[in-house]
């Protein structure tokens, strides 16, 4: 093979290598679209208002503010600046309580975040990463 052979053969192995890149990344888009799930704090949600992504939304649960009804559960969440009701149709979970660290995930629905799941932390000091962030408790 002369030189000239030998660089459209490279440029043409290149070429393919690079469709082939994009097309790999555009199917692993497009198949983990759904399962994406962004968090936010309170504030973060009231500013967005997207109403049609899945969301994880963490932040303490305000006092006084827990009302449960039967599996019926309701419920505001704060990160001290911003508050998001909550409405939860379950059984909450153990360590759920006033004033502890709580992270939902969920959609937000005319202003009202409807959980479907419920995840209260652990223990006195674990606190999720991005709670701890959200409230300022590097």
């Known amino acids: 093979m002369n030189n000239s052979n030998k660089k459209r053969m490279r440029i043409i192995f290149i070429s393919f290598g690079m469709f082939a890149l994009l097309v790999t990344t555009t199917i692993l888009l497009f198949a983990f679209r759904s399962g994406i799930e962004f968090y936010k704090s309170p504030t973060q949600l009231l500013e967005v208002r997207d109403e049609t992504i899945r969301l994880r939304v963490g932040g303490l649960v305000m006092r006084n503010s827990v009302k449960s009804s039967g599996?019926?559960?309701?419920?505001?969440?704060?990160?001290?600046?911003?508050?998001?009701?909550?409405?939860?149709?379950?059984?909450?979970?153990?360590?759920?309580a006033e004033g502890r660290g709580v992270i939902v995930r969920g959609q937000l629905k005319d202003s009202v975040f409807v959980a479907s799941q419920v995840l209260a932390?652990?223990?006195?000091?674990?606190m999720p990463r991005e709670l701890e962030k959200t409230l300022g408790n590097d």
Do not use: A, R
């Open 71 to 96: 599996i019926s559960n309701s419920f505001t969440i704060t990160d001290g600046t911003n508050e998001v009701k909550v409405q939860f149709i379950g059984v909450l979970p153990d360590l759920f």
């Open 121 to 126: 932390k652990h223990d006195e000091k674990y």
